[in-house]
């Protein structure tokens, strides 16, 4: 990371052009008719959505809207965008970002999340954290946080030596971090040990906010999925470029989806991450195909890796799981694999294994 974002005291404020980049705007107008739309709320800023008893009783259908919102053209133009820009000002263009922000809404007298690090969550020592209000803030709506990476770890050094209750972990966070002085058209940016949270909001006015992570490279993602992050040339590819590529892989990669008895996980929970994982990465789907479960050697996975099947240029499978612990099933499985130059999507653990892969990547994490 850059020098500008201080990883010496932990966090660092960024201020950004809302002109540029209108996230309130573009948030606050769909929710509105959205709100408008469905409930006949007459709201109209989002900082009053507690006013509607509507809104409160249904405070997670639109929590849920502002993630489609998130997902709209409209937004991810502007998202990468500003992408590009935290990358060209603060970081480097090795870093990857969060394809989807998470939504926060805090209305009035309610709390969010739980205080906590974002590496107790997984997220690698190279995350750094983006948190994004897009309602004014007061001290008694904002994000907490540790005044200092060292004053956080102080603090995470007394959780780790006690066996405390969540709400005396909360307690103990809350009495160690401060409010955040952040206005719309600054982002609050936090390295992933730094300890944060939201108190109760003790305002009258209910803050709306996103958040995110960028992380240095994808050499170091933690427990999360690539799948999860675009690359800097995602950014800046324009939608005519795009529209192309996705055009072109349409008519080159034919992929089935596959199912067998994987860890006892049944077929279709299998076959809908691997659809997911499938559309995050442009992959298109031919067909699926389950395994003949009587059979232990999987002649059926066996058959879309072979030369029988040219027209699918690889299968997707749930997890490393499908071999059952088997080394020698696992290898024989990837040497065909690598033989008919087919690529297997491995989507539980976002391992795509192609002619160019080692065997060991995959039979190391078999065990022994």
């Keep these: 990371m850059k020098s ?8 660092t404020i960024i201020s950004y052009d809302q002109n540029e980049f209108p996230f309130d705007k573009i948030i606050e107008k769909k929710i509105l008719e959205f709100l408008n739309r469905e409930h006949g709320s007459r709201i109209d800023r989002l900082e009053d959505l507690h006013l509607d008893k509507l809104v409160i009783q249904n405070l997670e259908i639109i929590r849920q809207k502002m993630f489609s919102i998130f997902r709209e053209e409209e937004f991810q133009n ?49 995350t750094n954290s983006f948190w994004v209000p897009i309602t004014n803030l007061t001290s008694n709506n904002t994000l907490n946080m540790a005044p200092s990476r060292e004053s956080s770890e102080i603090t995470m050094n007394k959780l780790l030596k006690g066996n405390y209750s969540l709400n005396e972990i909360n307690d103990i966070c809350a009495n160690t971090t401060y409010p955040s002085i952040v206005k719309k058209g600054q982002i609050l940016s936090f390295s992933p040990d730094m300890i944060h949270g939201a108190k109760m909001n003790t305002s009258d006015s209910t803050r709306v906010s996103f958040d995110f992570r960028i992380v240095n490279s994808d050499n170091d993602l933690g427990y999360k999925p690539i799948s999860n992050y675009y690359r800097y040339s995602d950014l800046t590819r324009d939608e005519k470029e795009t529209k192309n590529t996705n055009k072109l892989k349409k008519t080159t990669d034919g992929f089935l989806l596959y199912s067998n008895k994987c860890l006892g996980v049944n077929p279709k929970s299998q076959l809908m991450l691997c659809t997911s994982v499938a559309k995050d990465k442009n992959l298109v789907i031919q067909r699926n195909e389950s395994e003949i479960y009587v059979f232990d050697y999987l002649p059926v996975l066996r058959h879309y890796l072979g030369s029988d099947t040219p027209t699918f240029d690889g299968v997707i499978v749930f997890s490393l799981g499908i071999f059952n612990g088997q080394k020698d099933l696992a290898e024989k499985i990837l040497n065909l694999a690598k033989q008919n130059c087919k690529k297997i999507l491995f989507a539980a653990e976002d391992i795509l294994f192609t002619h160019r892969t080692d065997n060991s990547v995959i039979l190391n994490k078999l065990g022994n």
Excluded at 90 to 101: G, Y
Aim: net charge positive.
């Design 4 to 11: 500008k974002l201080n990883n010496k005291v932990g966090w």
């Design 78 to 126: 502007c998202y990468k965008l500003f992408g590009k820009f935290l990358m060209d000002t603060c970081l480097n263009k090795s870093a990857l970002i969060q394809k989807t922000p998470t939504a926060r809404i805090q209305p009035p007298c309610f709390t969010t999340t739980s205080f906590h690090s974002d590496a107790w969550y997984g997220h690698s020592r190279s």
